[in-house]
């Protein structure tokens, strides 16, 4: 099969593809360069940062299947997608749990001033009775966007001994639902008691419009005194512009980790860079090791299945046509 891979995938997965399969990688082209490389190839393997649009896609005029290496779909044209019959297969599974990590090494960076003390031990300053430390256990953990990535944070929460709540969009607020997250040691509530009784809110919702500034002024007014935020969802979720302000003013908010931005790539700065009380990461949520060597053998099995799917689809029109 021919494939367009436009995003990294682990080295190994790439070897093996090449192996029974012609091959070509655009890691980070712009969209021109997508349109030229796509014309006669079967499948599109991609991740986040990198644009998916209708004009890409048409321009393959032999596509038939897509791989998402990871979960997120807000960089692909789903409608036009749809509309012409692609099929579409995601990866969310390892890259969660490593995002769901992300969440916790977050909140304890934050709660213990980590970031402070490693900074002033390393220049000699043995700053000990300066920090003030929080901890986790017994404290409220609230996850907006409950689902895969989000259940895996709260059911680490449980196991730290947090008390955890957890909201969703109205179409998944089921009992079958809210049965499967008790489970795990999630209450499964309303958006705004999250919101106001988590000492710690992890965010993690797909970017759309009924989620695009989902975390604005209002709800961070909303927010517990003395709470922490993390968001691992997609820039644009949360509201910078208004988080910098509650951040700055120190209201409310103790501090907050950051791994999605408004504006993500080189040479872009946060306009939060210059707090103390933030952390940073650049949108590297799923990039472990692990979870792109597991994505990676995901892949593999899906461009098995397609390309037997594709074999079995010419043999009946061959046996058709006779």
């Not at 012409?84 to 990590?101: F, M, N, T, Y």
């Not at 002024?217 to 988080?243: F, H, I, Q, W």
């Not at 799923?286 to 461009?303: F, K, P």
Request: aromatic share 6%; hydrophobic share 40%.
């Amino acid at each position: 099969m021919k494939i367009l891979i436009a995003s990294s995938i682990s080295k190994s997965a790439i070897e093996e593809l090449k192996v029974n399969h012609d091959v070509i990688c655009a890691f980070n082209a712009t969209e021109e360069k997508l349109i030229s490389e796509i014309s006669d190839r079967d499948i599109l393997i991609f991740r986040s940062g990198v644009k998916i649009s209708e004009q890409v896609m048409k321009a393959g005029s032999n596509l038939k299947f897509l791989i998402r290496a990871g979960s997120g779909l807000d960089n692909l044209d789903v409608e036009y997608a749809n509309k012409r019959g692609l099929e579409l297969k995601r990866i969310p599974e390892p890259g969660a749990k490593a995002v769901a990590e992300l969440s916790f090494a977050f909140m304890l960076t934050l709660s213990r001033n980590l970031l402070y003390a490693d900074r002033e031990w390393k220049k000699g300053h043995w700053v000990k009775s300066e920090i003030t430390g929080y901890l986790l256990r017994g404290k409220v953990l609230g996850i907006v966007g409950a689902g895969n990535i989000g259940s895996l944070v709260g059911e680490m929460g449980s196991a730290w001994g947090m008390t955890v709540l957890g909201c969703v969009d109205e179409e998944s607020h089921t009992k079958e639902n809210e049965d499967y997250l008790a489970s795990k040691g999630i209450k499964l509530t309303s958006f705004e008691e999250v919101i106001t009784k988590s000492d710690y809110l992890s965010i993690h919702v797909p970017l759309n419009e009924s989620t695009r500034n989902l975390i604005d002024k209002k709800v961070l007014k909303m927010m517990k005194p003395g709470s922490y935020l993390m968001t691992l969802a997609r820039g644009g979720v949360v509201n910078e512009k208004d988080l910098l302000e509650e951040l700055s003013n120190g209201e409310r908010l103790r501090g907050a980790g950051l791994d999605v931005h408004e504006k993500e790539g080189e040479g872009k700065i946060s306009p939060l860079a210059s707090l103390p009380n933030v952390v940073f990461s650049p949108h590297m949520g799923a990039q472990t090791v692990d979870s792109q060597r597991e994505i990676g053998e995901r892949v593999l099995e899906i461009v098995e299945y397609f390309d037997n799917k594709l074999n079995s689809r010419e043999e009946i029109v061959t046996t058709i046509s006779k």
